[in-house]
């Protein structure tokens, strides 16, 4: 173990942080700014959980829906762990860190069913939407599952379909409607990490290298789960699993408030 | 017919508006935002660091390596493809160059300055506010450097040479000439020039002329800007 | 003969002209160019009689021989440590110029791993590479504690003058504290006594130029202690 994974555990044998926080406290404050591109996305925000500062934007497309769901249009998530936001990130092709955030955030929308993509249909089986979320790390100082499951939410809140003109098929950018994206059910992501016997909450980047485990957990507001994924080398005993899903769904509601 | 008046209403040498910040990455050495209409370029060095792999180290002189993208989310239309495309790579490589020449990086054996650039937002002058948002990042780093970068595009639009074109001016239907332009403040000395169009002599003279005029304004934001975060400070 | 353009005090950026003439002295981060004495970095101008100095305001640790810096073991070879120091380039350790006797083909990572925070000593500063050294008492492996990253400008403030800043932390908190000057400091002790002396270390980096700080940084501490 490396010389500052010891002293946070140390410290965790007295429920104690390095930055003083309890196990289960969000840094503050948590901000989210919506419209942050909004000249040239559909919908995008920025949200801020301490020093944490992740963005994401929508873009809407009009395109050819897949042939096994003819009637629905489409939800792409896509993340890219940005080297401007952590010395430790390289440049070039994404990594398995920016796919696995992509797809746990892309989990907790899909699973959610938050988008009715039947809504998105423009022309059954031609023509329907295709809505793309981008995520971009702008700071990394840990947490980023959180932040940016949270920015993705803000952002499709956010958005707004521009204009589309079925006589000549194409889509005006520079118009944007008034009309919102068709959402429902709402699912917001808390990671929960575990060092030893205890439980955390908005790991810190120190934390994070040091965790043994993680799960993330997507929670709806009726208190079901949509969504998990387990990280990290070490193991979850079923007990840790049931402790890690309470603590998410308490933590939830508080960040639902957020929006 | 010579176009005089703008599409935005602004005047032949008018800038759009402008806002920097800097420290705005925190992890980063030093960082900066600058915002010129509605174009948002974010900047952040990483650096001077040891550069690995070994086998790339130089032990005369460090390396400066800057990387210009754009968010999939921040064109004017559809959606960008995410990655490096050949106009993000030359792009790239011309902002190296831009601020190669401020740099002394003999003074950095084996080590590397990075410069990542990321656009959030764009209309237009990309690759300008991504070097001006450069400049002001590696002068909050506290790397040596004999004078800032400010850049700006410049258009050449009917006979009319007009400072800070927009998306409007550059997508000109009966052509212009898109030309953009860095310089450093002290000398006028140009570290960066393009040309995308058909132009006479006497335009580039005069696009010259007023890029490095729109330029000084544009230093002026940059000073301010590297300036605030100190002056409450050190009342 | 010349001119000056800027005050002492003054904040100004690279390129910026100070003064004009060959009378003055350019120092710190100013250099001449011909008539001119310019910035090369953001900070400080500093005018005494002819002499301007400019003091950067931000920007790495610069390493200077005889230092005592912390860092961290990034990579090994057969022979030597790599440690991050937080400049421009990592300091490099050779197995003997450790305190131990480490034979050639040995292990490294049984007596520094990836990951081990060391305090050491820089022995000599060439172009492109720092040699550290372990080879004097105090200098050794850390263990447990806490790692603060501070501004290197600002360590003169958190030791004080011949250590009396950092002598009252130590002393109202009961911690171990070593100060590297590479802007980085190790703190131990009990849990709620860290927290203090970090807090301290904090409240010095805010306040470094006002004066009467060691009695604030002192009534802070028993404050807190007092409870």
């Not at chain 3, 807090?199 to 807190?224: C, P, R, W």
Request: proline share 4%.
């Amino acid at each position: 173990m490396s010389m500052i994974k010891d002293h946070i555990v140390s410290l965790l044998t007295k429920d104690m942080r390095e930055d003083g926080r309890k196990l289960t406290e969000y840094r503050k404050p948590i901000t989210i700014e919506y419209g942050i591109s909004s000249k040239s996305a559909e919908g995008s925000a920025r949200v801020c959980i301490g020093d944490t500062e992740v963005v994401a934007g929508v873009k809407l497309e009009a395109g050819k829906p897949f042939p096994d769901t003819p009637d629905d249009g489409v939800l792409m998530v896509n993340a890219e762990l940005l080297p401007l936001s952590n010395p430790e990130f390289e440049s070039g092709p994404p990594s398995i860190g920016s796919i696995e955030l992509a797809r746990v955030v892309d989990r907790g929308i899909r699973e959610s069913h938050m988008i009715d993509t039947e809504k998105l249909c423009i022309k059954k089986g031609e023509k329907v939407w295709i809505a793309c979320i981008d995520i971009y790390p702008i700071n990394d100082a840990g947490n980023l599952f959180d932040a940016a499951a949270l920015a993705a939410l803000a952002a499709l809140k956010d958005a707004r379909f521009p204009e589309y003109d079925e006589k000549t098929d194409k889509v005006d950018y520079s118009k944007k409607t008034k009309t919102k994206l068709p959402l429902s059910k709402e699912a917001i992501e808390v990671t929960v990490i575990k060092i030893k016997d205890k439980f955390l909450v908005d790991p810190t980047t120190e934390e994070w290298e040091a965790l043994d485990a993680r799960l993330t957990v997507a929670v709806l507001e009726d208190g079901k789960i949509c969504a998990l994924q387990k990280g990290g080398d070490g193991s979850l005993k079923p007990d840790d699993i049931e402790k890690m899903a309470e603590i998410a769904l308490d933590k939830a509601k508080e960040l639902r408030k957020l929006l | 017919m010579a176009y005089k008046k703008r599409f935005d209403g602004r005047k032949i040498d008018e800038l759009r508006p402008m806002e920097a910040k800097t420290g705005v990455v925190k992890r980063a050495d030093g960082s900066a935002m600058f915002k010129i209409g509605k174009t948002v370029a974010i900047a952040a060095v990483y650096g001077p660091r040891e550069l690995h792999p070994k086998f790339l180290q130089n032990p005369e002189t460090g390396i400066l390596r800057c990387n210009y993208n754009m968010m999939a989310f921040s064109g004017s239309g559809e959606r960008v493809r995410p990655g490096p495309s050949r106009r993000s790579k030359e792009i790239s490589m011309v902002t190296e160059k831009a601020l190669r020449a401020v740099l002394d990086l003999r003074k950095f054996p084996n080590a590397v300055i990075d410069v990542f650039i990321e656009l959030i937002q764009t209309d237009a002058g990309t690759r300008c506010a991504g070097i001006t948002a450069a400049a002001m990042a590696l002068a909050d780093a506290g790397i040596p450097m004999k004078d800032l970068v400010s850049a700006v595009a410049v258009g050449v639009i009917d006979g009319s040479v007009v400072a800070d074109v927009n998306k409007e001016e550059e997508d000109y239907e009966g052509g212009m000439g898109d030309i953009p332009i860095a310089i450093l403040p002290r000398t006028g000395e140009v570290t960066l020039l393009q040309l995308d169009g058909e132009i006479s002599t006497e335009e580039l003279k005069k696009a010259v002329e007023l890029g490095v005029k729109s330029c000084q304004q544009i230093y002026e934001v940059q000073k301010k800007a590297l300036k605030e975060r100190f002056t409450r400070e050190t009342k | 003969m010349g001119d000056l353009i800027v005050k002492d005090k003054d904040i100004v950026v690279p390129g910026e002209v100070l003064a004009v003439g060959m009378d003055f002295l350019p120092a710190g981060g100013a250099f001449r160019e011909g008539e001119n004495v310019v910035a090369s970095q953001l900070g400080l101008v500093s005018i005494s009689n002819r002499l301007i100095k400019l003091i950067p305001l931000t920007g790495k640790y610069l390493p200077k021989k005889g230092d005592t810096v912390i860092g961290k073991v990034v990579t090994m070879t057969f022979s030597n440590w790599f440690i991050d120091i937080g400049c421009q380039n990592e300091g490099v350790m050779s197995l003997r110029d450790t305190s131990e006797f480490i034979d050639k083909g040995a292990d490294l990572s049984q007596f520094y791993n990836f990951g081990d925070v060391v305090v050491a000593k820089i022995a000599k500063v060439t172009r492109g590479a720092i040699d550290l050294t372990m080879r004097e008492p105090g200098l050794r492996k850390l263990g447990p504690g806490k790692l603060v990253k501070v501004n290197p400008s600002k360590v003169p403030r958190i030791i004080g003058k011949e250590g009396s800043m950092i002598t009252i932390i130590k002393d109202k908190t009961g911690c171990k504290i070593i100060v590297g000057q590479n802007g980085v400091v190790w703190i131990q002790g009990t849990p709620e006594a860290e927290m203090l002396a970090y807090q301290a270390i904090n409240l010095i980096q805010e306040k470094a130029h006002m004066e009467g700080l060691t009695d604030e940084v002192s009534k802070f501490l028993e404050k807190a202690k007092g409870g």
